[in-house]
């Protein structure tokens, strides 16, 4: 829904006129930014999973059983990436400051289902790694799951931020 389908939705309510609107319509529209919600949620669970990661290879602190820990929740959290981006729910749809979500997603959502399920798979391997226990190696696989997980979607799929 576009800006100009937002202002419908607000000036049907204020008339309570929400007859010239399906109601499956409404619905979407508030699906949509629960969902914005919930995948920027998602997002910062896997930042903040990250952080923990990054602070081990860098700078050593924490344990490579943290890094083993981390990289399953960032696993669990990428499976469910998809099912967050209902369409109807990106840029063109909602403000360019409420999302970052671009239209690349819609029109290519097998490559966007894939970027999340290499994403899942390099954190799985870096849950195996850490395992493992070998700095070197967990480095490694950090450097991966960062570049071909979280980067490559972010290039393809996610905007500039604007304030
Ligand atoms: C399959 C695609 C995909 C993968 C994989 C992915 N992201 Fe994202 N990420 C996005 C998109 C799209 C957005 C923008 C979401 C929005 O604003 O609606 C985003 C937003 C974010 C944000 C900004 C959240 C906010 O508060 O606005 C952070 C931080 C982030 N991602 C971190 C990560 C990290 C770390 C990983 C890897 C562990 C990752 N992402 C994996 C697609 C992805």
Redesign the pocket.
């Known amino acids: 829904m576009g800006t100009r389908g937002r202002i419908l939705v607000v000036a049907c309510a204020a008339v309570a006129g929400l007859a010239l609107m399906s109601s499956e319509t409404i619905h979407a529209a508030l699906t949509g930014e629960a969902a ?1 919600k919930a ?2 949620g998602a ?2 669970s ?2 903040k ?2 952080k923990v990661i990054q602070a081990f290879v860098k700078d050593g602190k924490g344990t490579a059983a943290d890094v083993a820990k981390s990289a399953t929740a ?1 696993a669990a ?2 499976e469910k ?2 099912s967050l ?1 209902p369409k109807g ?2 840029r063109g749809d909602f403000p360019d400051k ?5 239209p690349e ?1 819609w029109k290519d959502m097998a490559g ?2 894939k ?2 399920a ?2 899942v798979a390099e ?1 799985k391997k870096l849950a195996t790694v850490a395992k493992a226990g070998d700095k070197d190696a967990i480095a490694k696989q950090v450097a991966t ?2 570049k071909n ?2 980067g ?3 290039k393809t ?2 905007g500039e ?1 604007v304030k």
């Not at 409420?98 to 671009?102: E, S």
């Open positions: 914005i995948r920027q997002m910062k896997n930042s999973d990250m960032i959290t990428s990436i998809p981006f729910s990106g409420t999302t970052r979500a671009l997603i966007f289902e970027a999340a290499t994403t954190a799951l960062s997980g979280c490559a979607c972010h799929y996610r931020r």
